[in-house]
């Protein structure tokens, strides 16, 4: 999914036509590895039971491709699309599950936020306050070891595309930590702790 989403970007910035055939190479290969019966993705193409690590990562590549104007098959995007109502718990279906409905990673809940809001151009207002309440609650209760890459990546892509106060707090927590945690000195100036 990272390969084809670079592929797919770099093909659509570019429009250098050598690179046309290897991102639809990429891009076809993610839609033949889609579990064609509940559509999701895991490390195997075609394993049966999905994760929304691995989804995530196809729904940004696919979305990077029409973008770029390759070839993506509307059919493997409703797919995609039904499977993340498996794993979408909570009320209203804004908090989801790494393989099921329990959520307990917010990583996993900010990924499929994010992946949703590729997937559906639709809005569905109480579902997104429930991600954002739940994101921004479980923000308040990580330890500082959590405030991990993964974590920081995705809820900074679905609070930028949902915008408004939940972006501006968002954003302005992320500068703060990034800021207060970069190292200063030695052979480490200017990286972030692992």
């Known amino acids: 999914g990272i390969g084809t989403m670079a592929l797919a970007e770099a093909y659509g910035l ?23 019966a509940n559509g999701s993705w895991r490390y195997v193409p075609g394993q049966h039971f999905g994760d929304m690590s691995v989804f995530g990562w196809q729904v940004m590549a696919l979305k990077s491709a029409l973008l770029a104007g390759l070839s993506v098959p509307e059919s493997t995007l409703k797919k995609a699309n039904r499977w993340i109502y498996t794993v979408a718990g909570g ?6 599950g790494y393989s099921n409905k329990q959520y307990q990673q917010p990583a996993m809940v900010a990924e499929g936020m994010y992946a949703r809001q590729l997937l559906s151009p639709e809005k569905n207002p109480a579902r997104a306050a429930e991600s954002v309440a739940y994101l921004f609650d ?36 992320l500068k703060s930590e990034l800021i207060s945690t970069q190292h200063s000195e030695g052979d480490e100036k200017g990286t972030w702790p692992i």
Do not use: C
Not at 16 to 36: G, H, M, Y
Not at 91 to 96: E, F, Q, R, T, V
Not at 147 to 169: K, R, S, V
């Open 91 to 96: 009320p209203n279906g804004g908090l989801y």
């Open 138 to 173: 479980a923000l308040k209760k990580l330890p500082d070891k959590d405030f991990e890459a993964y974590f920081i990546y995705y809820m900074t892509l679905a609070m930028y595309l949902h915008q408004g106060e939940p972006w501006d707090a968002w954003n302005d927590k």
């Open 14 to 36: 570019s429009k250098d036509e050598r690179l046309r055939a290897p991102a639809q190479a990429a891009v076809d290969f993610i839609v033949r590895a889609q579990q064609s």
